[in-house]
């Protein structure tokens, strides 16, 4: 099994432009998590779907933050337009139908810099 | 709101040592806890889980968990420095939407953790 896939690993982009942070979760599981990770706030859940379905959204920041998950094997985390205090390491995860017991797989994580 | 704390750190420990790190968290209606490591610059990595009151031993790592005061936490036994990491307690916190069987995870900000050679 190849695990949660992020994509890209790194992105650097100018303030007002937008960014798309993409992930595959891994195969049969159910539930995908974006978390968004900084120094000062730790780990923050932004949205969660379970069944290809948003659940909750309410740790999204802002109207600017957008998520789909078209289909069971892939999900996009869109930023329009990106500001500077959007910089942060963003994750994606999955869980099997059970999490509350099994927890979550993390992604190796996108580094977003806006500058 | 659901909050987990945990010490910021960081804590140093001599190699060969016992590292113990502390959790805990305000929703009494949750069920099941996590512990995670992070490397600097890596993904956290599920190590520990545990649901009953008590203690839960894996290798060098036992997990210890005591509802009635919300305190979770993990002892490092014969501790190595490449046990330096950041250890993120986590909390599943039960959600209407399952019927409270299931939820989220509630992350801690972690605990920094060096161990001396």
């Known amino acids: 099994d190849a695990g949660v896939i992020q994509s890209p690993r790194h992105e650097v982009t100018e303030m007002g432009q937008e960014v798309t942070l993409r992930c595959k979760p891994i195969?049969?599981?159910?539930?995908l998590f974006w978390y968004r990770q900084t120094m000062m706030r730790g780990l923050e859940l932004l949205i969660y779907?379970?069944?290809?379905?948003?659940?909750?959204d309410s740790g999204m920041p802002e109207d600017r933050f957008s998520a789909k998950m078209p289909n069971a094997s892939f999900s996009t985390l869109k930023i329009q337009p990106s500001e500077p205090r959007d910089s942060a390491v963003y994750f994606c995860?999955?869980?099997?139908?059970?999490?509350?017991?099994?927890?979550?797989?993390f992604g190796s994580g996108t580094r977003l810099t806006v500058v | 709101q659901k909050e987990v704390e945990q010490n910021s750190g960081p804590l140093s420990v001599p190699e060969g040592a016992i590292a113990s790190l502390n959790c805990t968290y305000s929703?009494?209606?949750?069920?099941?806890f996590f512990w995670y490591r992070q490397y600097s610059g890596k993904s956290p990595e599920l190590i520990m889980s545990?649901?009953?009151?008590g203690d839960k031993e894996d290798g060098r790592f036992t997990a210890q968990l005591n509802k009635a005061s919300q305190y979770v936490s993990l002892l490092i036994r014969d501790s190595q420095p490449s046990d330096s990491a950041t250890y993120l307690c986590?909390?599943?916190?039960?959600?209407?939407?399952?019927?409270?069987?299931?939820?989220?995870?509630?992350f801690g900000k972690g605990t920094k953790l060096s161990v001396k050679p």
């Open positions: 995860a999955s869980s099997s139908r059970d999490r509350a017991n099994y927890g979550y797989t």
């Open positions: 195969s049969g599981h159910n539930s």
């Open positions: 779907f379970n069944n290809n379905v948003p659940i909750d």
């Open positions: 929703d009494r209606g949750s069920q099941s």
């Open positions: 545990i649901y009953s009151n």
């Open positions: 986590a909390v599943n916190t039960p959600s209407a939407y399952y019927g409270g069987s299931q939820g989220n995870l509630i």
